[in-house]
């Protein structure tokens, strides 16, 4: 059974804090010293964590004017660096590189161009024959609308896809093109060819809360797991013949466990499998099938249910999180349905502690809210907005879907 601390901010506070509704004169105060703090530039969203105000419960209308605020101001001083990598087109982990391609398509929607990230093959290869794959998948695919971009590996390793720091440089070039181009962050999709599908397997789960889909095309899934696409459009394709490695087996079973995952929660795991019967590791570019398929997608950053089973560096998925250091533990797995102005966990695995965060997208934030263990209540409380949170779940994710109000901290044993 779950013993509830309570935290916001990763602060620990007495539940009176909880309990206490906005003050409209202290709400009021709240926004315009937020305001005046923004007005100083350049303007460090991070530094503003720690105020007095920024812990202040805000009214309903003022949490909105804040949220506006502090996007405004995180897009205005996204940092100099990353507009120069963007620029550059190369980015960086510690010694690595990742250089990229991209070709733009069609006309810019009312909400931002889409993202599209396509993964090249190759592998374990000398580096002139992953070169080479890089240039094909350039050319490989084309959309009727979007940023088509197509990295190039920083690794020639036969992983070189889902190593652990692709899940970093993968955040930073979403959240670069969400500063920088204005692209609309539910509308972002991965797609994979050959080691490229390999990719697709493991960082559809693991990033999931990034994707509207991915498709993964004549790769290979090794240790990954389908359980976090919950959310995610997922599409598999395989050439019948395709039997190195046993793609074409494993290809149907993975297929199989989302059929299966879909019966049990007919509102989640969205898929559709295609085996091309003739068809070896070359599918004669009839995969392409995949893209509009997904396309008819978004993504919904608050789903009604998150499924999450920890198995990269992330430490947040949509609107549930884990703390680093001691209180990451991957391989832990937590399963959480958000209701009528109730949360409840169904699954709660290996993990110390977990974070839930919430906003009006999801609940009434002025009503009280019951947390509940299967159909035990744990809790029941009204949480309170405060910037304080808004501002640390955006610089965490830079993604303004992502950005939350209010934040409870449920330890786990």
Known sequence: MLRILFAISCFLLPAALFAAPP?????????RECSEALQVKPAKLSDLVGKPF????????????????????????????????????????????MPYSVTEFGK????????????????????????????????????????????????NTWNLWHEGHIDRLFAKLIENFIALEGVNPDRVYLFGYSAGGDGVYQLAPRLADRWAGAAMMAGHPNDASPLNL??????????????????????????????DLEKADAKGYKHFFKSYEGKGHWMDREDAVALPWMAKVSRNPVPERVV??????????????????????????????????????????????????????????DEE???????????????????AVMIRTLLESGDPKLMFDAEVSLPTK
Request: with cysteine; aromatic share 8%.
């Open 54 to 97: 920024a812990m202040d419960p805000l009214t309903k209308t003022d949490a909105a004017k804040a949220r506006e605020m502090i996007v405004a101001a995180y897009f205005e001083n996204f940092p100099k660096e990353r507009s120069a990598e963007h620029a550059a087109k190369v980015l960086k982990d510690d010694k690595l590189e």
């Open 230 to 259: 919950r959310n995610v459009a997922f599409a598999l394709q395989v050439g019948g013949n395709d039997a190195a490695y046993n793609r074409n087996a494993v290809c149907a079973e993975w297929a199989k466990k989302l059929d």
């Open 108 to 155: 810019k929607p009312a909400e931002g161009h889409s993202l599209w990230i396509s993964l090249h093959g190759g592998g374990g290869a000398p580096k002139e024959v992953n070169d080479k794959q890089w240039e094909n998948q350039k050319k490989l695919y084309k959309l009727d609308e979007g940023f088509y971009v197509v990295p190039r590996a920083p690794t």
């Open 369 to 387: 809210i019951t947390f509940l263990n299967g159909k035990q209540d744990i809790l029941k409380e009204t949480l309170r907005r405060r910037i």
């Open 23 to 31: 003050d409209a004169e202290k709400s009021a105060n709240a926004l």
């Open 308 to 365: 999450w089973e920890q198995r990269g560096e992330q430490l947040r998925s949509y609107w549930l999180a884990v703390s680093g250091g001691k209180y990451q533990h991957k391989g832990g797995t937590v399963i959480a349905t958000l209701g009528k102005q109730t949360v409840t966990f169904e699954k709660i695995d290996k993990m110390d502690r977990v974070h839930v965060r919430l906003d009006d997208r999801m609940v009434d934030m």
